[in-house]
């Protein structure tokens, strides 16, 4: 079935550190894909997504990109801050049920 | 626009109890999610609904059920608390089949999430 697959954390970098948190998936066909963020004591929201191959994805310096060759969403950032710290979560959509499968999550802790 | 809210934030049961998460949302969504979210484990989908009436299974909704009748409120309720129902659980909601041309439609909104305990 369809899965994805993170890099396990928690990852620790000292600020205006260059970040990658790892994503992989399985899936039949052509899946959307997601980053989500949750920060301490909230629920998860969407940071990112890519529709298609070869789409990029961006927001508040984050990028991912589609890799469909590799089955691949990495999640980057040039220079990480301590306000980044949150826990990421890589998902896809999985046609047919309407419904976003989750990574593990993975969490990052920036230091000043 | 309060997005979706839930209660209760925190709440400890004994095993067996019973009792009702409740979820809200006042952006008119036809579709709510409740997933519970457990430590190294992901987020996994309990029940969702596609609109006021009608609720499905997820991928985990042994000893839980659901329903949906207004467009606002899909409560979680669980009959009979079990250790194993310990968790974090999130109410979400989004306007329509993701994955279709409507970029808003791909996106969930969530709620700030009930950390449950059972002892």
């Known amino acids: 079935g369809n899965s994805v697959t993170q890099m396990e954390g928690p990852v620790t970098l000292s600020e205006e550190a260059f970040l990658t948190i790892n994503c992989t998936y399985t899936?039949?066909?052509?899946?959307?894909l997601f980053w989500y963020v949750q920060y301490p004591g909230e629920g998860l929201q969407l940071l990112l997504k890519a529709t298609k191959a070869d789409d990029k994805g961006s927001n508040k310096g984050f990028e991912a990109t589609y890799r469909k060759e590799t089955t691949s969403f990495h999640l980057e950032k040039g220079s990480v801050q301590v306000s980044d710290s949150a826990v990421y979560f890589c998902?896809?959509?999985?046609?047919?049920?309407?419904?976003?499968?989750f990574g593990a999550g993975t969490r990052l802790a920036v230091h000043p | 626009n309060a997005g979706v809210t839930q209660t209760p934030k925190f709440r400890i049961l004994k095993i067996g109890q019973s009792m009702t998460l409740q979820c809200t949302q006042d952006?008119?969504?036809?579709?709510m999610y409740w997933y519970r979210q457990d430590p190294g484990m992901g987020l996994k989908l309990i029940y969702y609904s596609v609109g006021a009436g009608i609720t499905d299974k997820g991928e985990v909704p042994n000893g839980y059920n659901v329903s949906r009748s207004t467009t606002e409120d899909f409560p979680l309720r669980l009959e009979l608390a079990a250790p194993s129902q310990t968790s974090v659980y999130f109410c979400a909601s989004n306007v329509g089949l993701l994955g279709t041309g409507n970029s808003g439609a791909n996106v969930l909104t969530f709620g700030a999430g009930s950390r449950l305990t059972v002892l």
């Open positions: 998902a896809l959509f999985s046609g047919g049920y309407n419904k976003l499968i």
């Open positions: 899936a039949t066909g052509y899946p959307s």
């Open positions: 952006m008119n969504h036809n579709y």
